[in-house]
């Protein structure tokens, strides 16, 4: 999938919070009304964020295996450049 | 007006934007006057249907070739109404084409989450003056755009930072969740 851009921020104003909480599941959508045989898995996560007040914020969302896979290659670029600093 | 293998293959390509690729604008009317315009409305209504269950059928099951196959030879062999090679042949075409973009078009249709629009991130390098420790302390900084599928304009923009051992954290995650896609997922 395309949808995931490896982008180097440029300088910008908003704080970042911190992530304080990652959950994950791997599920498999069986069937639905239009299709018998979806067979299609999926990766849900629930990241739990925390701003500079300690407020907490939680966000949620579901990947197709592709595209989890490009999420997991851009951390690991993440980190691999981390490494080098 | 005679139905071969090139007008059918029309006309399935017209339902399968219509009721697949979200292109309104092919209506039965439409597909009509532009496929078969000198075939009787009752003609092409019994068409139409006919063109439409078999498309769902192999649509429902996802089938492979090889179950195309079989379906159509077991379509071809019916007493009435039996399936000539004109239209296996129209299917064949079809299904070639089609089956895997019409079956990722029902997987995202059927997501109902949010999704992951865009990821991006940059490295920070804090580094203090004051005291010896901290100096060059990387950490990561990533901005995930989240769409949810009923407004599809409203995105959410979530930062977050990561020092590196929160990262190795996330990157344990991400590792534990690719073996359980091995384990369970033969893709």
């Known amino acids: ?85 | 007006m005679a139905t071969n293998a090139k007008n059918i293959s029309a006309l399935l390509t017209g339902l399968a934007k219509r009721n697949y690729y979200n292109e309104p604008e092919f209506t039965d009317e439409f597909l009509k006057s532009q496929i078969f315009p000198d075939l009787s409305d009752e003609a092409y209504a019994t068409l139409l249907k006919r063109c439409s269950n078999y498309m769902k059928n192999l649509v429902s099951a996802d089938m492979d070739f090889n179950q195309l196959e079989a379906f159509l030879t077991s379509q071809m062999k019916r007493r009435e109404a039996a399936m000539t090679e004109e239209e296996a042949s129209a299917y064949r075409k079809f299904w070639k084409v089609h089956k895997n973009k019409i079956h990722d078009t029902l997987v995202s249709k059927t997501n109902w989450n949010n999704s992951l629009k865009k990821v991006s991130w940059r490295i920070d390098v804090k580094s203090q003056s004051k005291s010896a420790e901290n100096i060059n302390e990387p950490s990561a900084i990533v901005e995930l755009q989240i769409e949810n599928p009923e407004e599809s304009q409203k995105t959410e923009v979530v930062q977050f930072e990561m020092d590196e051992s929160r990262l190795a954290h996330v990157l344990q995650n991400m590792k534990d969740i690719e073996d359980q896609i091995v384990q369970y997922c033969q893709q």
Do not use: Y
């Open chain 1, 1 to 85: 999938s395309k949808e995931c851009l490896n982008m180097d921020l440029s300088e910008r104003g908003l704080t970042a919070g911190k992530l304080v909480d990652m959950k994950w599941k791997l599920g498999v959508a069986v069937c639905s009304d239009e299709c018998k045989s979806l067979n299609s898995p999926f990766v849900a996560m629930t990241l739990k964020v925390a701003d500079a007040s300690g407020k907490i914020s939680t966000h949620t969302f579901e990947l197709t295996i592709p595209q989890f896979q490009n999420f997991s290659e851009q951390m690991k670029d993440m980190a691999a450049r981390m490494e080098m600093i």
